[in-house]
Structure formats: C-alpha cells, structure tokens
C-alpha cells in the first residue's frame, strides 16, 4: 500500500491535486482540513475547539488531530493507497503518523512538497475567499496561516529529507501540468 503526504503552504494545492491523484489512483484520503469543517459543521465538541483555531489560522492541537487521524485510519484498511492532505502539519503530527503506520506494518511511501511562491499563495486564497464562503480565506487570516506554516509546519520538510522521503515538486503553473509531476513521483515509489 502506498502512502502518499501531500504537502505544501495554505494554498499550495494539496485539495486540488488530491482530487485528481483520487479519480487517477482510486486511493483512500485523509483531509484533515475537511474532517474538520464537517465537525465544525455538525457542531461537536471537537468543532467547537477547532473553529476558534481555524478562524485565527493557527493549527488545531496535535493531540487532537493526532486522536482523530488515528481513528479515520481505520476506515482505510482495503485501500491500495491512502493521501494524507495538510497532515502532518507539525514534526509532532510526523512522529505520530509514523507510530501509527509502524503499529499497521506499514510506512510513508514519499511526501510530495508543493513549491510555490508566497505571493501566488496569497493571491489564489484570496481569490478563493470571494466564493468558497471559507472562515479563514481572508487576507488578515491568510497571512496568519503563512506565518503559522511558516514556524511550525515547514520544519517537517527536514523530517522527511532526514528520512529519505522527501520529493519537491514545482507547484506553480496549469494545474494538469502538475499532476504529471506527481504522477511520476507516485509511479516511481
Ligand atoms: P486545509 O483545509 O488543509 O487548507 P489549506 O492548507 O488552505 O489548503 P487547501 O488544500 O484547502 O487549498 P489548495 O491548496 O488545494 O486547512 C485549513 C485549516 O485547518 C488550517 O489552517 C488549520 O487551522 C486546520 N488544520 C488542518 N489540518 C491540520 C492539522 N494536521 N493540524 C492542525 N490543524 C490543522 O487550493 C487553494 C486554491 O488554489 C484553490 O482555490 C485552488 O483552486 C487554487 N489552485 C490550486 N492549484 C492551482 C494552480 N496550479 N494554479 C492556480 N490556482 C490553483
């Protein structure tokens, strides 16, 4: 079973590109993003915690995520591959996913690492603010979330570099012209 991290800033198009590794692969997904605003949605309590975090764009507790990931895994136990989106988002979140993998006999396959410029990251959350009706896609927000990926979340780059796992992909251009790059990342692990 492959194991695919899709990684990347606010923006970078992890939710995008999940999208066509799913309809192409027929993998199992994991957004942690999503499982959070249908909590949010459904007003649990773990909703409740997660909502003040979000709208402030900063990440939700990593026992919290960690217990949730830990549950969702299960749902996923015939899949021929599972897509982690905007997990892990924390060095914490990798050690765990690890753990948890361990404890199935089973690893990260490679993290695929969305390269792309801050200003473009800015400019397509905005944008996306106009219409997806999304808390956390206004400028104050967005630039909030940056600096959040910025201090917590970019430091697992080296955790997967130390690993041997870490594949960078140029995430600027036409969104096809993308997935090609991922595409012979997934063929080749
Ligand atoms: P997420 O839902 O993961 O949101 P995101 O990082 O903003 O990325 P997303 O996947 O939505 O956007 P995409 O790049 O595809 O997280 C939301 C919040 O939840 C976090 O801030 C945090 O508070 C919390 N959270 C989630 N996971 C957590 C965790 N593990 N631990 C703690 N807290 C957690 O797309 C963005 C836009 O770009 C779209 O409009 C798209 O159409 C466009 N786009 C994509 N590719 C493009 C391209 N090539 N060219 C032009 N536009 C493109």
Do not use: W
């Not at 027929?26 to 409740?48: C, F, M, P, Q, W």
């Amino acid at each position: 079973m492959k194991h695919i991290v899709l990684f990347g800033p606010p923006g970078s198009g992890k939710g995008t590109q999940s999208e066509n590794i799913i309809e192409k692969y027929g993998y199992g997904h994991i957004s942690t993003g999503d499982v959070l605003r249908a909590e949010i949605a459904n007003k649990t309590d773990l909703g409740k915690t997660a909502k003040d975090y979000i709208n402030k764009g900063q990440l939700v507790p990593d026992s919290l995520i960690i217990d949730m990931l830990d549950k969702k895994l299960d749902d996923f136990v015939n899949a021929q591959g599972i897509i982690f989106d905007g997990f892990p988002r924390t060095t914490a979140q990798a050690e765990a996913l690890k753990q948890m993998l361990q404890k199935r006999g089973t690893d990260v396959s490679v993290m695929l690492n969305l390269l792309v410029p801050e200003q473009e990251l800015i400019d397509r959350l905005v944008k996306r603010g106009e219409t997806s009706g999304r808390s956390d896609d206004n400028l104050e927000t967005i630039q909030s979330r940056l600096n959040t990926y910025n201090n917590q979340t970019a430091p697992v780059i080296d955790y997967y570099k130390a690993e041997g796992k870490l594949a960078n992909i140029k995430g600027l251009g036409t969104v096809s012209g993308i997935f090609e790059l991922i595409c012979e990342h997934i063929d080749a692990v």
